[in-house]
Nanobody, 129 residues
Framework: QVQVVESGGGSVQAGGSLRLSCAAS????????MGWFRQAPGKERERVAA????????YYADSVKGRFTISQDNAKNTAYLQMNSLKPEDSAMYYC??????????????????????WGQGTQVTVTS
């Protein structure tokens, strides 16, 4: 079992930055992949970024490449999402999720939120223009 807790959301003006944190506790083998997802009102939950804690390999959605950076602190079993150059369309509830099974599952081609098993409660990010 893995518990996932996010923090760090808030409200920021367009062009600003926020950093989200995701702490995972429990079975570390079940949190080899840590991913960030977001869901805006009326839209599907979409994946944003993921990291394979075994190698540090990172993955990003095209919409955030070059602006968001996912990183990890293995000693703390924590993942971070640094979000720069934020846009109003980045506004959403951001969720952290975790799963095990190896790096191949972190960002499957054609995959999505159903690939992940353990979820946090979410943290709101609002970007104003």
């Amino acid at each position: 079992q893995v518990q996932v807790v996010e923090s760090g959301g808030g409200s920021v003006q367009a062009g600003g930055s926020l950093r989200l944190s995701c702490a995972a506790s429990g079975n570390t083998h079940s949190s080899e992949c840590m991913g960030w997802f977001r869901q805006a009102p009326g839209k599907e939950r979409e994946r944003v970024a993921a990291i394979y804690t075994g190698s540090g390999a990172t993955y990003y959605a095209d919409s955030v490449k070059g602006r968001f950076t996912i990183s990890q602190d293995n000693a703390k079993n924590t993942a971070y999402l640094q979000m720069n150059s934020l846009k109003p369309e980045d506004s959403a509830m951001y969720y952290c999720a975790a799963r095990g099974g190896g790096g191949g599952y972190c960002w499957r081609s054609g995959g999505g939120f159903s690939d992940y098993k353990y979820w946090g409660q979410g943290t709101q990010v609002t970007v104003t223009s």
